[in-house]
């Protein structure tokens, strides 16, 4: 391998690297001056020395009067730091440059690169943990955290105060990037959807959209009937505390079976307004109306007749003993 020589930083603000056996002439930066002895000499061997001077006019107040060339300068292996390598792509030796990269979770504290120099590896570098912010406060709800300043892989998880929800996350986690995972959730009031449109039937609801505790009412048009509650609630879930009802035509449940009589219907299930007539057998008179007509509230208008065993020809009374 060719050798390399080094003038090396000596209080100088210069260094030149020689590639050879000796080392050439150095260039200098302005403020000094090679010696009438140095400037002669077209190189330097290992370990001699380049003597220095002040331009005309100046006196020298700091530094050494001379620069020397050195051996091969191999910086090796940079001390191990906790969290962190090295790429490593142009060696060890002088005027390399080398790369910190931390572990995951793991920021870089310092320069991004360093450099082998005559005094060894340029500057000081560290892997720290990575860190987060601490959510801004959550109006109406709270938040628990498992430590003041949050670092990598911390979960906050969020919760919300009575009557209002969650909308987002119910958790964030501290990423590798310094950033969570998603955005911190908020609290809403609990609110719950508007019903679908009653068929033959409407409802009143307080709001266009319902929040906690708010009830909404139905009722029927003319000749319906409400299946379900009259009225619902909406919950702290967000949902109704029973299912909307629904608008149902009026119905009536059809007479029991007649004693020595028959009665006609006009349907199986009947409905407001439909009249259901009755007879009797022969020898059997009706006991109560001979028809009956389901009402609007499901009832029948009167209590279905009965037959009874007689005539069906009414009985005159007269005088006797004329």
Known sequence: MTAVKVWPLLLLPFSLVCMGKDCSLPVLNGTVVLSSESILKNSFPDNSKAFLECPKGQERKYGPPFITCLNEIDCGEPKSSPHMTYIKRDGTLFGAYIQPVCERGYDLEGTAHRQCLVSGWSGNVECILTTCELPDPVEHGRFITPKDEPVFNDTIEFSCDENYVLVGKSSITCSDYGEYDSPPPKCKVTTCKLPDPVEHGRFITPKDEPVFNDTIEFSCDENYVLVGNSSITCSDYGEYDSPPPKCKVTTCELPDPVEHGRF??????????????????????????????????????????????????????????I
């Open 264 to 321: 006609i219907a006009p349907r199986d299930e009947p409905v407001f307004n439909d009249v259901i007539t009755f007879s009797c057998d022969e020898n059997y008179v009706l006991v109560g109306n001979s028809s009956i007509t389901c009402s609007d509230y499901g009832e029948y208008d009167s209590p279905p007749p009965k037959c009874k065993v007689g005539s069906s020809t009414h009985k005159q009374n007269h005088w006797t003993g």
